[in-house]
C-alpha cells in the first residue's frame, strides 16, 4: 500500500483531534463568578446586569470549541449558570446553588403532628381469625376472615372495639404499634350498641390507656381526628369536623337502635371500625363504628358510638363480662308490616310466656282453627310515652333499669288497654 494510501486510511479512521480547552477552565470560571462586577459604564447602561455574565461567558469560552462544549458537561453547566444569571440576576454565582430550607409547619400542623405522635402508641390492629377445612386435604386451617382498629383502654391489658370485628371469630390477635402480637380473649360484648372488650397479656410498658374524654358537650364543626387502620394500612390518620349530633343508626347485629351517635366527615373505611374518634386536644370522644355509602368506601359521612355511651359499657362488661339491659321479652313485626296494615304502634308476633310480656298476660299474634291470622297486642304506649315503630320502644327501654314496673298501653281489638309490666334482664349471650 502506497504512503499516500496508507496515509489516507489514517485519516478515515482516526477521528479529529478535539480542539484545545483552556487550561484550568473552571478555575477560571469560579473565579470570575466571585469577581464583583465592575462600575457600569454609560455604554453598558442599555444592557441590563444579566447580560454581564453572557458577556464574561463568552470570553472564556473559545469561538470554535462553542458547539462542541455545548454537548458536554462542561458547555451543560456553563448553560445552567447562565440560565440562573438570567433569572437572579448579576447576585453572585453562589446564590444560584443555594437550596433554600424547608418551609416550617404551622401551629396547627404540629398539633396534629403532636396529637398523632402521643395517641398512636395506644391505637392496635386487630385480626380476626376463623377456622376453616380444606375441601381436598381435609386440613383445618386458620384463615384471616377481617380486621379493625381498637384501642388501649387500661394498663390491665383490656382494649376496647366493635363487636363487628371480632363477630364470629375463632382466634383473634392484637397487633400493638411496636408491632408485637398478642393473642387475645373475648372480656365480653354488646351487640346491641356495637361495643366488644378484649384482653392481652402484654408487659405493662407497652400499653398505653388512651386519654379519656367526653361527649357530652361537643359542639358541630369543631375538629376531630381518627386513627386506624383502614384496608389494612395500620395507623392511619384522617382529619375532620363533627358534622352532626345525636343522630341514630341501627346495630348491624341486632337492628336495635343506637342513638346519641356523633356524625363526622373525617375518612373512616373498612377497618377503621373500633378505633378512636379524638377532638383537638387528643382525649377520646368516641368510637368508629359505621360509615354511610353505597360503594362501602367513605362518602363523607361516619359515625362514631359517643365516649358516656361506650365508658358505661366497657365498665360493666369489664366487671360482669355482660351487660345488663332491660328487655320487654317480644318479637314484633317489622314496622312495615305495621304500617301496610294502617296501624300505629308496634306488633307483637310472640310474647313467650316465660318471658316479662308473657307473664303480664300481653297476647301474641296467631292463627284461628280455619287458619286465619289473628293479630296480637299493638303497643301504642309505654309510660305515657307515645310507641310508632321498634325504635320508639327500644329507646324507652334504655332509659329503664332491671326490675322496673312500665305501665304498657296497647290496642286489643277495638279496645285499649294498659297493663303492668316488671322488666327483667336480657339473657346472656356471651
Known amino acids: 500500500m502506497s504512503a499516500a494510501a496508507s496515509s489516507a486510511t489514517a485519516c478515515f479512521l482516526s ?60 458547555g451543560s453547566l456553563i448553560v445552567a449558570l447562565a440560565s440562573a444569571s438570567l433569572v437572579l440576576g448579576d447576585t453572585g454565582a453562589a446564590s444560584a446553588f443555594v437550596v433554600s430550607t424547608p418551609r416550617k409547619l404551622q401551629a396547627d400542623e404540629l398539633a396534629t403532628v403532636r396529637l398523632f405522635q402521643e395517641n398512636t402508641p395506644s391505637v392496635v390492629y386487630i385480626t380476626n381469625l376463623a377456622v376453616r377445612q380444606d375441601a381436598f386435604t381435609l386440613d383445618v386451617l ?18 376496647v372495639t366493635n363487636f363487628r370485628v371480632i363477630r364470629g371469630a375463632s382466634d383473634l390477635r392484637v397487633t400493638l404499634a411496636d408491632q408485637s402480637v398478642y393473642e387475645a380473649q373475648v372480656v365480653g360484648f354488646d351487640q346491641d350498641k356495637d361495643v366488644a372488650v378484649l384482653g392481652i397479656k402484654a408487659p405493662k410498658n407497652k400499653l398505653r390507656p388512651i386519654p379519656v374524654g ?41 337492628g336495635r337502635p343506637i342513638q346519641d351517635v356523633i356524625q363526622t366527615d373525617a375518612a ?90 308473657g307473664k303480664a298476660g300481653l297476647q301474641a299474634t296467631k292463627r284461628d282453627p280455619y287458619g286465619r291470622l289473628i293479630l296480637g297486642d299493638i303497643i301504642t304506649s309505654v309510660n305515657g310515652t307515645k310507641v310508632t315503630n321498634g325504635s320508639d320502644l327500644y329507646r324507652i327501654l334504655d332509659q329503664c333499669k332491671v326490675g322496673d314496673t312500665v305501665t304498657v298501653e296497647v290496642l286489643r281489638g277495638d279496645h285499649k288497654e294498659k297493663i303492668p309490666v316488671v322488666l327483667e334482664p336480657k339473657a346472656d349471650e356471651s
Open 268 to 357: 373512616i373505611n373498612p377497618g377503621n371500625s373500633g378505633g378512636p374518634l379524638l377532638d383537638s386536644s387528643g382525649n377520646l370522644i368516641g368510637v368508629n363504628t359505621a360509615i354511610y355509602s353505597p360503594s362501602g368506601a367513605s362518602s363523607g359521612v361516619g359515625f362514631s358510638i359517643p365516649v358516656d355511651t361506650v365508658g358505661g359499657i366497657v365498665d360493666q362488661l369489664i366487671k360482669f363480662g355482660r351487660v345488663t339491659r332491660p328487655i320487654l321479652g317480644i318479637k314484633f313485626a317489622p314496622d312495615q308490616s305495621v304500617e301496610q296494615l294502617g296501624l300505629s304502634g308496634v306488633l307483637v308476633l310472640d310474647a313467650p310466656p316465660n318471658g316479662p310480656a
Open 142 to 159: 386458620e384463615v384471616p376472615q377481617g380486621s379493625g382498629s381498637g384501642f388501649v383502654w387500661d394498663k390491665s391489658g383490656h382494649i
Open 15 to 74: 477521528p479529529l483531534p478535539p480542539p484545545r480547552r483552556p487550561r484550568h477552565f473552571l478555575r477560571h470560571l469560579a473565579r470570575a463568578a466571585v469577581t464583583k462586577p465592575e462600575p457600569a459604564s454609560a455604554s453598558s447602561l442599555a444592557l441590563p446586569s444579566p447580560w454581564l455574565w453572557a458577556r464574561r461567558l463568552c470570553e472564556l469560552v473559545p469561538a470554535e470549541a462553542g458547539g462542541r462544549l455545548l454537548s458536554s458537561a462542561a
Open 214 to 254: 367526653v361527649s357530652a358537650d361537643l359542639l358541630v364543626g369543631q375538629k376531630v381526628y381518627a386513627i386506624g387502620n383502614p384496608f389494612g394500612l395500620d395507623h392511619t390518620l384522617t382529619t375532620g369536623v363533627i358534622s352532626g349530633l345525636r343522630r341514630e343508626i341501627s346495630s348491624a347485629a341486632t
